[in-house]
């Protein structure tokens, strides 16, 4: 039986927006039913097919890591982080392959009924960036982090995702009009929706594509970033790795 690739998303956000509601939802593709605290991280897992449609299409595990939000567990939340940060601050083309992890991509997520959550998102972001292990080395400030580290298709790919959509008209009415600062800021595309309904991810839907366009990406900065070369012509006539195990 042939080796189905991996890949890592971190998934991030204040506690009770509802990580592990979308978490399922996405995995599962039905809403949980009764959702509890995150303590420490919860994984859930996919499979995504990458390209599809396409003469590049192939299947990969998509892992979700959803890390619990309570500021209790801030000083423990380091060791989901540092494979995710090391990414960011390694040279691709200078390190052989054997010493990535898999952890390309991140998915922030925050509450529309609540605007604190979103705002706390660039914090959320700096931790994540700022957690590779050397505490010492890295400032201390949750918002020391730079946008354009994020901007074009060589960086880390995020997805800022809004929940409780169906909540969100009665306390905010125009909170569908714009993106979020820390989506334009970075680049990322947004998602919308209510976690308790499985239409919010109906195949073909606005957030459906969005969803696979950054998993896809998630996918193609793992394992087809050798240059565009080898990205741009069929699987069968791609070269071999540069560097082996």
Sequence with gaps: MAT???VRVIVVGDSGVGKSSLTHLICHNQPIKNPSWTIGCSVEVMLHEYKEGTPYQKTYFVELWDIGGSSSHRNTRSVFYQPTHGLCAILWD???LKFYDYTVGIILVHDLTNRKSQQ???KWLAEVLNKDGNSKSRPSSFDSYD???FVGSTQ?????IGTKL?????VRPNVTR???PIAEECGADEILLDCHQVKSLAPGSGTSVKLTRFFDKVI???YHRQGERLSSCPPERRRPKLYTD
């Design 4 to 6: 189905i690739d991996k």
């Design 94 to 96: 200078f390190i052989p």
């Design 120 to 122: 706390n998102l660039t």
């Design 147 to 149: 946008p354009e580290q």
């Design 156 to 160: 880390i790919p995020i997805l800022v």
């Design 166 to 170: 169906d909540l969100a008209a009665e």
């Design 178 to 180: 714009r993106c979020s």
């Design 220 to 222: 193609e900065r793992r």
